[in-house]
């Protein structure tokens, strides 16, 4: 098989990148295309060793939050055509779920997450980079409706952790990571021209 096209999607929590990749990935789907899907959010580190008040006390908004270790050996696998074991991440209990899913390679993989494009090292196994920008509030007012109705929490602790995490390693990580993408997507995952341009240049890339 052919190497595949890896291709990373990142931006702030809230900005968009879960919808453009899920955009992205039903142009290909309903034409048939095998493409592999991989979250960063699910490489989040176990967390089974501490205590509960611990967990909610760590900072998420960090590179050295992920296993990025693990998701490079898993995309070196999937580059040498051998199946991986996703990990499962539960964002209540703060840590990975006891079992993992058996993925295969696919021609095309998408990847999406905050920190894809803020760790140097990951950068070269990218073919291609995107960074979906949209304004800070909007964000943040995604973020709230999402944390409370989906991931189990307070409008005081998503207030709370947006300012003490989200926002600085925001400015810290994020932001400068900007400047490493190919592509910069602004409107998030509603953009349906970042998304034909993008998709006619995997369709390319397959040929
Ligand atoms: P996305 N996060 C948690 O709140 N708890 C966890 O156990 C793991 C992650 C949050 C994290 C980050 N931050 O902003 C967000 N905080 O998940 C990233 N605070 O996920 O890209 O889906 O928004
Ligand atoms: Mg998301």
Redesign the pocket.
């Known amino acids: 098989m052919q190497s595949p096209l890896i291709i990373a999607i990142s931006g702030a929590?809230?900005s968009g990148?879960?919808l453009f990749t899920e955009n992205l990935f039903n142009g290909f789907s309903a034409q048939g295309r095998p493409v592999q899907v991989l979250r960063e959010?699910h490489y989040?580190r176990a967390q089974d060793h501490l205590l509960m008040e611990a967990r909610e006390k760590n900072n998420?908004?960090h590179p050295n939050a992920f296993e990025h270790e693990l998701l490079k050996a898993h995309l070196q696998a999937l580059r040498d055509g051998q199946p991986i074991d996703y990990p499962h991440y539960c964002?209540k209990t703060?840590t990975r779920l006891p079992d993992t899913e058996r993925l295969n390679p696919a021609p095309v993989i998408i990847l999406e997450?905050?920190m894809l494009l803020a760790r140097a090292d990951l950068l070269p196994l990218y073919d291609v980079k995107i960074f979906v920008d949209t304004p800070l509030d909007i964000c943040l007012m995604r973020?709230m409706i999402r944390d409370i109705k989906e991931?189990g929490r307070t409008i005081e602790s998503v207030a709370k952790?947006y300012e003490e995490?989200?926002k600085p390693m925001y400015h810290q990580f994020i932001e400068p990571s900007r400047f490493t993408a190919d592509v910069v997507v602004t409107q998030g995952g509603k953009n349906q021209i970042a998304l034909d341009v993008i998709k006619s240049h995997i369709q390319q890339a397959l040929l």
């Open positions: 929590s809230g990148k879960s959010d989040y998420y908004d964002f703060h997450g905050i973020r991931r952790q995490t989200v």
